[in-house]
C-alpha cells in the first residue's frame, strides 16, 4: 500500500489489521535492505574503480600525471551516487531531512527556549 492511500485510509480513521501491519512493515524492511546492499556495492565497486584508474595512471605516466583530478577517475562514482540518491530518496521518501512533523518540533523548541530566557530574567 502506497503513502498516498495510507495517508487516505488514516484520515477516514480505519485502522490496519496487523497483517497488513505486518505486510508494510517487511515491505519498508525489505526496501531499506535493498538500498543498504545498493550502497554497499557503490563504495566497494567504486573504491576499486578509483584505485584501477589511479594506479593506471601511476604506472603510465608516472607521478606527474593528473589522476586525482581527471574526470574518468570518478565520473562512475559520480553518475551511480545520482541513482542511488534517487534509490534513498524512494525508500526513506521526501521526508527524509523535513518530517512531516518538523515544524512542530522547531516551534516547540523555540518556545521552550524564548520561555527560559524571560523566564532567567524575572
Do not use: C, P
Request: proline fraction near 0%; charge should be positive; charged fraction near 25%.
Amino acid at each position: 500500500m502506497g503513502r498516498f492511500r495510507r495517508r487516505m485510509y488514516e484520515q477516514y480513521g480505519q485502522e490496519f489489521s496487523s497483517d497488513e501491519s505486518y505486510n508494510n512493515a517487511y515491505r519498508k524492511v525489505k526496501r531499506l535492505r535493498g538500498f543498504y546492499s545498493h550502497l554497499r556495492v557503490y563504495i566497494f565497486v567504486n573504491i576499486i574503480v578509483i584505485i584501477a584508474n589511479l594506479n593506471k595512471e601511476l604506472f603510465t605516466e608516472g607521478i606527474h600525471s593528473s589522476g586525482l583530478t581527471d574526470w574518468q577517475t570518478y565520473s562512475t562514482a559520480f553518475f551511480w551516487g545520482i541513482g542511488l540518491a534517487a534509490h534513498g530518496l524512494s525508500v526513506f521518501g521526501r521526508d527524509i531531512f523535513f518530517s512531516s512533523d518538523w515544524e512542530q518540533k522547531k516551534i516547540q523548541k523555540y518556545m521552550e527556549k524564548e520561555a527560559a530566557n524571560t523566564n532567567k530574567w524575572e
